[in-house]
T-cell receptor, first 117, second 114 residues
Framework: GAVVSQHPSWVICKSGTSVKIECRSL??????MFWYRQFPKQSLMLMAT?????????EQGVEKDKFLINHASLTLSTLTVTSAHPEDSSFYIC?????????????FGPGTRLTVL | AQSVTQLDSQVPVFEEAPVELRCNYS??????LFWYVQYPNQGLQLLLK??????LVKGINGFEAEFNKSQTYFHLRKPSVHISDTAEYFC????????????FGSGTQLTVLP
C-alpha cells in the first residue's frame, strides 16, 4: 500500500519551454503532497507543500511563478517548470501523506529526472 | 526548528559484516523519526519509523534502529549486510504539529564490498 507514482520518469527539453510533472497517489487519498528537488550527491530540498484545493506553500527562495504547483484532487498534484533553463536541471521527487494519518509519514514517488538543454 | 546530522557521508563495509549508520537530531519538541533508502535514480523508500513506544524499531530488509531521546540519536543498524544494500540512506525528522514537513539529513552512502 501507499504507492506514489510520477510521470514522466525522465524528460529532456529545450531552454525556454515548460515541463509538467505529475505526482499521483495510487492506492490512497493524499490531502498533502510535497515537492522536493535533489542535486547530485545531495540531500532532498523541500520546494513546496501542496494541499488539495488550496494554494501551495513555497519554501524560501523557491520562485512560485517559475514552479507552478496544482493539487486539483486528492490523488494528483502537478509541478510545472515554466521557461526552463539549464540550471533547473535536477531530480524532482514528490511525496504524499495519507489522509487521516497523524504520524506524518511521507511516501515518495520514484522521481523525475529533468534535463534542460 | 529541528535539524538532522548524519555523521558519516560514506560507509564502506564488507558483505555479511554488521553496519551502523549514525543519525543525530535536535528539536525543542517531540518528533517522529524516519530512515529512508534511495537506490540510484530512484525515489525514497521508507525503511522504518519511530513514532512512540519501544525505542528499538524494526524495519524492512533486516534493518533496525535505536531511538535514544536523552542523547538525541536514531542510529540505523543491520547485523549482516548484502551487496544489494548498497544505496544512499537518509535520516529524517518531523516535529509534532509541523504540518508534516520533513527535515532530512545529508545522507550516508553505504557501499557493501564483496
Amino acid at each position: 500500500g501507499a504507492v506514489v507514482s510520477q510521470h514522466p520518469s525522465w524528460v529532456i527539453c529545450k531552454s525556454g519551454t515548460s515541463v509538467k510533472i505529475e505526482c499521483r497517489s495510487l492506492d490512497f487519498q493524499a490531502t498533502t503532497m510535497f515537492w522536493y528537488r535533489q542535486f547530485p550527491k545531495q540531500s532532498l530540498m523541500l520546494m513546496a507543500t501542496s494541499n488539495e484545493g488550496s494554494k501551495a506553500t513555497y519554501e524560501q527562495g523557491v520562485e512560485k511563478d517559475k514552479f507552478l504547483i496544482n493539487h486539483a484532487s486528492l490523488t494528483l498534484s502537478t509541478l510545472t517548470v515554466t521557461s526552463a533553463h539549464p540550471e533547473d536541471s535536477s531530480f524532482y521527487i514528490c511525496s504524499a501523506s495519507v489522509a487521516g494519518d497523524s504520524t506524518d509519514t511521507q511516501y515518495f514517488g520514484p522521481g523525475t529526472r529533468l534535463t534542460v538543454l | 526548528a529541528q535539524s538532522v546530522t548524519q555523521l558519516d557521508s560514506q560507509v564502506p563495509v564488507f558483505e555479511e559484516a554488521p553496519v551502523e549508520l549514525r543519525c543525530n537530531y535536535s528539536s525543542s519538541v517531540s518528533v517522529y523519526l524516519f530512515w529512508y533508502v534511495q537506490y540510484p535514480n530512484q525515489g525514497l523508500q521508507l525503511l522504518l519509523k519511530y513514532l512512540s513506544g519501544s525505542t528499538l524499531v524494526k524495519g524492512i530488509n533486516g534493518f533496525e534502529a535505536e531511538f535514544n531521546k536523552s542523547q538525541t540519536y536514531f542510529h540505523l543498524r543491520k547485523p549482516s549486510v548484502h551487496i544489494s544494500d548498497t544505496a544512499e540512506y537518509f535520516c529524517a525528522v518531523s516535529e509534532y504539529g509541523s504540518a508534516r514537513q520533513l527535515t532530512f539529513g545529508s545522507g550516508t552512502q553505504l557501499t557493501v564490498l564483496p
